[in-house]
């Protein structure tokens, strides 16, 4: 067959899945009295005299989402004693802004019913529509509040054609979304491929045969094209919740490292410098509240900041052992090693936080570094990994104790605290050892901070009768300059490890300091 042929074949095929898909969306009718109830609960949430009562009504029109309030309130999770009976009494009982969001949500299962999803299937959409729906309500929140729910709404509703197209192409269309980093462009570019049209062209659809307002047809249709939107949709807060909500991934199993970069930029230059962590993990931990809700205490499997970190991984040069990250910090300036082949269940359980200094333990440390290299990664900021190593604290514990020693460590180690940024991570790696990560600090401001902390070190003193016990530390870091490369976060350490037995050698109470120049984005292939 010639390729003219198979272009011709192709196109025919798509054509016929279009057909397909447009018959889908004209045999839906239960959708517009779902989707009717959740647009009266979002005109509840801005009047401000709404009352339970209200909410009862609206529920009570609606019988399936009366039964699955009742359901809930009655579940072992609400802890009720007698049963209840009343959907005004149910809607006191879980609180007006929960019950909005499962009467803005329920509308989602309307459509999966619609569309004969099973239950696993609904739930991989759903999972995803919800967490869109949170970002973007979190986003709104920061600056008009009056506007969450319907920012809300928008997330929600951004993506609710992809399962209509997936109906009609199972397996082939599922192996494309959860394919390891497509950026949301080149899914509408294969969707076109496969279908004739995207989910942005077939949610238009959608959201005019349910008549929705004006303004969430234009959410729904542009969500990804942030020009258009800024022509459409003139509040600004709504338009933006929207499109940071796109930029999520369409099933929560990866996420494109582009739309994660793009993500970022766009909370830098629109939301104030939020940082892209905190965004994530304030979505992260209210979708699992509201996950929690509508499973009755679960918790999901998802998580947005892992997912992220996992894509970073993938395109690095080589991937990073995480769980083996907090390796040797050099010979004898004590050794701090994971063994390899650890894995994060077995060291489930673990403290994250070492008890004397109220510095990360190790196991904490492993946690914690994943999002901060990550992140480094995705912005291309400078990283700095340090080791720090107290000189001579063997001998201070020969010859005045434990207890003398701890208190050294204890008070150099609050000293050192106080000088690092807020966001830089502080963990012991054994008696006298310990790491500090940072990000986003220039070549000057590093070399400032390691001159502090040996100051703060030195400082510290303990009186022992008519002697105060004193001492010193040794520091290596490695600096690298802004790459996209994701770091290895166990070579880093090995590194710096090496840098402060030289330090140490030379005398103590000085840093040795490595800089690394910025490396190109490996190519694909490679």
């Not at 491929?193 to 307002?213: I, N, S, Y």
């Not at 990664?377 to 201070?396: E, G, V, Y």
């Not at 000293?415 to 008696?431: M, N, S, T, W």
């Not at 040996?454 to 520091?475: E, W, Y």
């Amino acid at each position: 067959m010639s390729s003219r042929a198979r272009t011709v074949k192709a196109e025919n095929v798509a054509e016929r899945r279009r057909r397909d898909v447009m018959t889908k969306i004209e045999s839906l009718s239960y959708l517009p009295t779902t989707v009717a109830v959740a647009l009266k609960f979002v005109e509840l949430g801005k009047a401000p005299d709404a009352e339970p009562a209200d909410y009862a009504r609206v529920i009570s029109a609606d019988a399936s989402l009366a039964s699955k309030i009742l359901a809930l309130a009655n579940s072992c999770w609400a802890g009720v004693r007698n049963r209840v009976t009343s959907v005004r009494t149910a809607v006191n009982l879980l609180g007006l802004g929960q019950v909005r969001t499962l009467a803005i949500s329920y509308c989602m299962a309307g459509l999966h019913n619609e569309l004969e999803l099973t239950p696993a299937e609904s739930e991989l959409f759903w999972e995803a529509a919800l967490s869109k729906a949170i970002a973007a309500r979190s986003y709104a929140s920061r600056f008009d509040s009056r506007l969450a729910d319907e920012a809300f709404l928008t997330g929600l509703f951004q993506d609710f054609a992809v399962p209509a197209l997936y109906s009609v192409l199972r397996k082939s269309y599922l192996q494309v979304l959860q394919r390891p980093n497509t950026p949301a462009a080149t899914l509408r570019d294969i969707e076109r491929q496969l279908f004739g049209t995207d989910h942005t062209e077939v949610g238009r659809m959608l959201a005019q045969k349910l008549q929705l307002p004006d303004v969430l047809v234009d959410a729904i249709a542009l969500h990804h094209d942030y020009e258009g939107l800024t022509e459409l949709i003139t509040n600004r807060t709504l338009r933006d919740a929207g499109y940071a909500a796109s930029l999520l991934p369409h099933a929560l199993t990866t996420w494109s490292i582009a739309d994660g970069v793009a993500l970022d930029r766009f909370l830098q230059e629109h939301a104030s410098g939020l940082q892209l962590a905190t965004f994530l993990q304030e979505v992260q931990e209210e979708f699992a509240r509201v996950f929690a809700f509508f499973h009755e205490g679960g918790r999901p499997n998802a998580n947005l900041p892992h997912l992220l970190v996992e894509v970073a991984r993938e395109i690095a040069d080589s991937t990073t052992s995480l769980v083996g990250a907090v390796s040797t910090l050099g010979g004898q300036a004590g050794p701090c090693a994971v063994p390899a082949g650890a894995s994060l269940p077995s060291l489930a359980g673990q403290p994250t936080h070492d008890p004397l200094t109220g510095a990360l333990s190790r196991h904490g440390l492993i946690n914690e570094a994943q999002c901060l290299l990550a992140r480094a990664a995705l912005r291309q900021a400078p990283l700095a990994a340090c080791c720090l190593h107290f000189d001579r604290i063997n001998t201070i514990t020969d010859r005045y104790g434990h207890v003398v020693a701890n208190q050294l460590v204890q008070s150099a180690i609050r000293g050192v605290r106080e000088l690092l940024p807020q966001a830089a991570l502080l963990a012991r790696a054994d008696d006298d050892g310990f790491v500090i990560l940072l990000s986003d600090c220039s070549r000057s401001q590093l070399s400032q901070l390691l001159d502090s902390i040996l100051a703060a070190v030195a400082a510290q003193g303990c009186a022992t009768g008519s002697q105060t016990a004193q001492t010193t530390g040794s520091l290596g870091a490695v600096y690298v300059e802004g790459t996209d490369i994701l770091q290895q976060l166990e070579e880093l350490l090995r590194t710096a490890g090496a840098l402060v037995l030289r330090a140490k050698h030379a005398g103590g109470n000085r840093s040795e300091v490595e800089i690394r120049s910025a490396q190109p984005l490996p190519t694909a292939g490679k």
